[in-house]
């Protein structure tokens, strides 16, 4: 059975960081693209951030600069590095797995995690 389980999250002030967590398990991690996700309340499900197999990334706009996408294959672990925080950046987090050709579009993942929140307060 796959399971993502999302961890680091929590409630930092503007400026501020976190470091997300994305541990895999029941599959072969480093076959799987990976990415994160946000949503927040009465939001769409917003595409974050993007990492290949090979370790090519790929980041929304918004993120651009400020947040750093990793996996450590050896430890079936995904992460997100989000620097100078902002409060639009106020969401849950979700990590999702995925095999084909997925990157953007969170339709095409395959697996999901239980996400974990992050508030940035002014």
């Known amino acids: 059975q796959v399971q993502l389980v999302e961890s680091g999250g929590g409630l930092v002030q503007a400026g501020g960081s976190l470091r997300l967590s994305c541990a895999a398990s029941?599959?072969?991690?480093?076959?799987?693209?990976m990415g994160w996700f946000r949503q927040a309340p009465g939001n769409e499900r917003e595409f974050v951030a993007f990492?290949?197999?090979?370790?090519?990334?790929y980041y929304a706009d918004s993120v651009k600069g400020r947040f750093t996408i990793s996996r450590d294959n050896a430890k079936n672990t995904v992460y997100l590095q989000m620097n100078n925080l902002k409060p639009e950046d106020t969401a849950v987090y979700y990590c999702?797995?995925?095999?084909?050709?997925?990157?953007?579009?969170?339709?095409?993942?395959?697996?999901w995690g239980q996400g974990t929140q992050v508030t940035v307060s002014s």
């Open positions: 990492i290949s197999q090979t370790a090519d990334t």
């Open positions: 029941g599959l072969t991690f480093s076959r799987y693209r």
């Open positions: 999702a797995a995925d095999r084909g050709g997925a990157v953007m579009n969170h339709r095409l993942y395959d697996y």
